[in-house]
């Protein structure tokens, strides 16, 4: 165990002497060439490798936009929102009922997307601030009781069968109750087909050339579409990071960062705490409905993505990285969503593979995967282990053992303790300071 | 000095009145009738006196005559039961700290609380009132943002002065967490000079500092004090209330016991009856 | 002059209490609106019989599940989110140990261990199997206290001191490695315990109607009273019990005046889980089924009833689960099933909001 934490303690020590990009880059060149390395192991073409990649920047980007905003809330201004799943599903589900079709089955208005991802946005952010009104009276595990309940109570709502079709005025919207609905096609399309919101639209001049270029490497239509929209999404963290470093370093964040270390003395130095306390959920609450928007766009909405266990997800990214820093937000989001995530899925696949665990002979039962042990036979357990099912369990069990170990031993994160202090100036050196 | 606000009832205009009456100077501060008790304990039991503008005000009182009740009452930490505090002309009674303090009334507290996480430095320059960056969009805008800059500049310029004359300089780039008692006590001062307020509310702030940095403090306390600030100053050292507070005010059990110069407090007899009372 | 001033005093209730005039006002109105639909014959006597029933019973579940989590919440100050599967774990091996002793020798052992025996042809109730269940009883109170203490030795033991928040992501940790071992090792899907057949019940006649109660739901209701009652005199009567209340209070002080707290905070968890664990299995009895995610999906009703109640108090989590099941069911009246839980928790929100130091007033009164 310590001869992990000093290793760690290492790394974030080597950390310490790079800059934030550096780090950044290093990071994502380290996770590419990793799975590059599995998915040729894995015999996979250039296709699959480039499909490998696409799944893991963009999970990894949809968890950084998603731990940067819980990092706003929690990181700087002490805000322990439990309720990160509720606000997601606002974001989307308004999002869905303004812009998806009246015709199609749960129908909405129709509305073009652009205002759909802006309702569905301010949506959170109002539902944000409404939630934030406990906040402004209860303590910590009150909080994070309060807005668990909170998401509860949105996620109820949009899977109650009263809500699966129903009419405002004469208008018809819905929800698809525990079905789920079909969101708008996702808008990268745009770049390569004739009419984008057409699944079966043929593509455009641009996009059959690209598509072509790309089909003679052995990379499909559809994985050139997601790697496409991989990248944009890659723009929207960065526009995000720069958004809450520019919220951070400066007198605002300075009061936030105040208000998470000692409300009742900011107040005493005249700030309003609550108004902060309720603009922060309000952000924060926008950009996670944001990030949902942008992950579940093109797909479904289903009320099982939005259980606890995604704020959860989003917690445990945010420790790996370190709360309080926007760098160490990216950093746990990419490693949470491509190793902790993804990973064990991929250690499956090894697995399996090299040592031939046949998936026909998969023992139905522990007890038929342990029996075997008797006789020294490990395989039946390994093939119990590896099924698909277990592997999803196990991953959960992994989680949970990694976010006691963080906890315990490295409550600042793998980076370590950081200094992103809170000012729109330099705070090194004093300028022209004859003291020093 | 018709100061109290319309909505005020019967009992406290009363008390005001009388008050200005009595009163011959320029009270910046007016406590009156201010009560306070906590599950059946009475913590404040009708505390009334005036802070007279310019002065350093002397509050003293054995353990638990309510000396640190009254501060939060004033500063809004907590909300009196009944009773007003007047500050400046205006009732400030149940206001929330952080409007006292834009209005220009601060303290700082007993046990020095420092935002542990943050550093010298940012502690300082949280401090200042408004200062435009604290508006997120301006934070956030790129056009506006230069104006934050700018401003931003001049505080940390400021914030550095301040932190030299407290001989916390060399620690600027520290956490707050990692400062001795001493220390922390001196950047609750810091922070408090850095609003600019009229009215301080210095709740022991020599507890833990060294003796020689101790006169200098009270030195600079009385130079600002002919800047025109104004200080209510709760000390257990009788010698720095003594030899630096005019007047002082005795509290009680949560009453005001007598008011007056050094001289007539230390030749009370009460005063010395409330301190062994006290102690026993 | 007189009505004035009792105007007065009127005004600056309403003004200093908003919330809490909005909320009495609010439930007035629906009192009266449940008055009405009962005159309109819109709700039948037997059908709000029912519904209170229903609450009666979720309620005393809650209540006696939210015991352990107010002691351990009292004495280590941090809201335990591994409770709901403490809850689940209790369920599990009582039933486990319930369908062994039934089914031995004519059932297969593997179907039995792993709850996917046909509970039809098990025929398990408190009438037909009444030693299987009070040996399930006493595992689930066994295992459920044994895990409780090991984990508090791996997990929270070297945490002793932080902060609530940093000991809650722990107990988050706990909760999912907990939940999804057993996942693992049963597998998902629900399970059929009780045979309903074998089930004796009542029928009351109400107004015109009719009130349904069964054994089982008569059993949960009566051990729930006996155990919160024996709780409630063992830590009155007993010096755990002063220690305990002493260390709630102020543990440091406590800690000044020998109180050997790791002694009380051992026998707390023990006590606790092994209500916990008992609660679990009695809730899987009355439900006639569990999954291996009951106690998670009951925990933040669980959260509810001991915040209601004022953390700490055994009084309080037992009046607050009875809020929050009567309040739950008796929805019904007014919004569709599906609300029923959301409504639970709404009601803890705004309670939270009027009272947050719960109904009681956070009066330690274990």
């Given at each position: ?269 005249g700030k309003d705490t609550r108004l902060f306390k309720v603009k922060v959920f309000a952000l924060g609450c926008a950009l996670m409905g944001l990030a949902a928007i942008l992950w579940r766009i093109g797909g479904i909405a289903s009320t099982e993505d939005f259980r606890p266990i995604t704020t959860f997800y989003v917690f445990v990214a945010l420790i790996i990285g370190g709360a309080g820093s926007n760098t160490g937000s990216v950093v746990g989001g990419a490693v949470f969503a491509s190793l902790l995530f993804e990973g064990p899925n991929f250690v499956r696949r090894v697995v399996t593979q090299y040592f031939e665990v046949g998936i026909g002979q998969t023992p139905n039962t ?71 | ?280 | ?37 009962l005159g309109t014959g819109a709700l039948t006597t037997a059908s709000l019989a029912g519904f209170l029933k229903d609450g009666t019973v979720l309620g005393l579940s809650l209540g006696l599940a939210g015991i352990g989590l107010a002691m351990t919440y009292s004495i280590l100050n941090f809201a335990n989110f591994a409770h709901g599967d403490y809850i689940t774990v209790g369920g599990v091996v009582g039933w486990i140990t319930a369908f062994l002793v039934t089914g031995l020798g004519s059932t297969e052992l593997e179907s039995l261990a792993l709850l996917t025996a046909s509970s039809r042809t098990l025929g398990i109730s408190v009438t037909t199997a009444p030693v299987a269940i ?145 609660a679990g299995f009695l809730i899987a009895l009355e439900r006639g089924a569990l999954t291996m995610s009951f106690g998670w999906q009951l925990l933040l009703l669980v959260f509810a009833a001991v915040i209601l109640g004022g953390i700490g108090s055994v009084y309080g989590a037992m009046v607050g689960g009875l809020v929050i099941g009567l309040a739950s069911r008796l929805s019904l009246v007014w919004l569709p099933e599906s609300f029923i839980i959301a409504a639970a928790f709404v009601v803890m929100i705004v309670m939270l909001l009027v009272r947050p130091k719960g109904l009681l007033g956070g009066v330690t009164t274990v």
């Open positions: 165990m310590s001869a992990l934490g000093d290793r760690a303690a290492a790394v974030s020590e080597w950390f310490d002497g790079r800059s934030d990009a550096a780090l950044l880059l290093a990071l994502a060149a380290g996770l590419y060439a990793l799975f590059t390395g599995v998915s040729l192991v894995l015999g996979y073409d250039l296709g699959g490798i480039v499909n490998t990649l696409r799944r893991i920047t963009f999970l990894s980007a949809i968890y950084a936009m998603l731990v940067l905003a819980l990092n706003l809330q929690w990181g700087y201004t002490g805000l322990f929102n439990l309720g990160v799943a509720g606000f997601m599903a606002v974001g989307v589900y308004t999002m869905g009922m303004l812009s998806t079709a009246p015709t199609t089955n749960p129908p909405g208005l129709g509305l073009p997307l652009p205002i759909g991802i802006a309702g569905g946005v301010v949506a959170a952010a109002l539902v944000g601030a409404v939630a934030s009104l406990p906040a402004l009276r209860l303590r910590g595990d009150y909080l994070a009781i309060v807005t668990l309940a909170f998401s509860e109570i949105v996620r109820l709502t949009y899977r109650s069968p009263v809500f699966e079709t129903f009419s405002v005025g004469g208008v018809a919207l819905g929800t698809g109750g525990s079905t789920g609905m079909s969101l708008p096609t996702n808008p990268i399309r745009i770049l390569f087909y004739e009419n984008p919101q057409e699944v079966t639209s043929p593509p455009s001049a641009f996009g059959e050339a690209v598509f072509g270029a790309f089909e003679g490497l052995g990379v499909r239509a559809p994985v050139v579409e997601g790697t496409a929209y991989a990248l944009v999404l890659l723009l929207f963290v960065a526009g995000v990071y720069v958004l809450l470093r520019r919220v951070g370093n400066s007198p605002f964040g300075r009061v936030l960062k105040a208000i998470r270390e000692d409300e009742t003395v900011a107040g005493a130095l522990i007890f038929e995967a342990v029996g075997p042990l008797a006789s020294l036979d490990v395989t039946p357990l390994l093939a119990y282990t590896l099924s698909d099912v277990n592997v999803s369990a196990l991953r959960l069990v992994l989680l949970g053992i990694v976010l006691i170990y963080l906890i315990q031993n490295r409550p600042e994160g793998l980076l370590g303790h950081r200094t992103e202090t809170a000012a729109s100036v330099d705070l090194g050196e004093r300028p022209g300071g004859e003291n020093r | 000095m018709t100061t109290t606000s319309p909505d005020t009832d019967g009992a406290a205009a009363d008390g005001s009145a009388a008050a200005t009456d009595e009163s011959t100077g320029d009270p910046l501060l007016q406590v009156r009738d201010l009560q306070k008790s906590f599950g059946g304990i009475t913590a404040v039991d009708g505390a009334t006196f005036d802070v007279e503008r310019g002065t350093i005000t002397g509050l003293i009182g054995p353990n638990g005559a309510g000396k640190s009740t009254t501060f939060d009452l004033v500063t809004g930490v907590q909300t009196p039961d009944s009773g007003q505090v007047v500050f400046d002309g205006t009732d400030i009674t149940g206001w929330r700290p952080h409007r006292a303090a834009n209005r220009g009334l601060v303290r700082t507290f007993q046990i020095a609380r420092e935002l542990d996480e943050m550093t010298v430095l940012e502690n300082a320059m949280l401090a200042p009132r408004g200062q435009v960056g604290e508006k997120l969009w301006r934070a956030v805008l790129p056009g506006a943002r230069s104006e934050v800059v700018r401003q931003e500049e001049q505080l940390r310029e400021q914030a550095w002065e301040t932190l030299e004359f407290l001989e916390l300089d060399h620690l600027a780039e520290e956490y707050a967490g990692g400062l001795s008692g001493g220390q922390r006590k001196l950047l609750e001062l810091a922070r408090v000079l850095m609003i600019e307020p009229e009215m301080i509310l210095l709740d022991e702030p020599l507890a833990g500092v060294n003796p020689t940095l101790e006169e200098k403090l009270l030195d600079r306390l009385r130079a600002l004090r002919e800047d025109g600030y104004t200080f209510l100053l709760v000390e257990h050292d009788m010698d720095v209330i003594m030899n630096h507070c005019e007047p002082v005010i005795v509290l009680h059990q949560g009453e005001v016991l007598i008011e007056g110069s050094p001289e007539e407090v230390k030749n009370d007899d009460r005063v010395l009856e409330a301190y062994l009372g006290g102690e026993v | 002059m007189a009505t004035n001033t009792d105007t007065n005093t009127v005004v600056a209730f309403v003004r200093g209490r908003p919330v809490v005039v909005a909320f009495g006002l609010f439930v007035a109105l629906l009192f009266a609106d449940l008055l009405r639909k009070t040996l399930g009883l006493l595992v689930s109170v066994v295992v459920t206290a044994g895990l409780a203490l090991l984990i508090d030795r791996i997990v929270f033991r070297p945490m002793r001191g932080q902060r609530g928040i940093a000991l809650l992501i722990a107990s988050v940790g706990v909760a999912l490695a907990v939940r999804y071992l057993l996942v693992f090792t049963l597998r998902t899907g629900p399970r059929g315990l009780t045979a309903g057949q074998a089930t004796p019940s009542w029928t009351l006649a109400v107004g015109s109607g009719t009130v349904t109660v069964t054994a089982h739901e008569a059993t949960l209701a009566v051990l729930a009273v006996a155990l919160m009652l024996g709780t409630h005199v063992l830590l009155r009567y007993t010096t755990f019990g002063t220690a305990m209340r002493a260390m709630a209070d102020n543990e440091d002080l406590a800690q000044v005046s020998g109180i050997p707290t790791e002694r009380v905070i051992r026998t707390t968890w023990l006590l606790g889980a092994g209500l916990t664990g008992a």
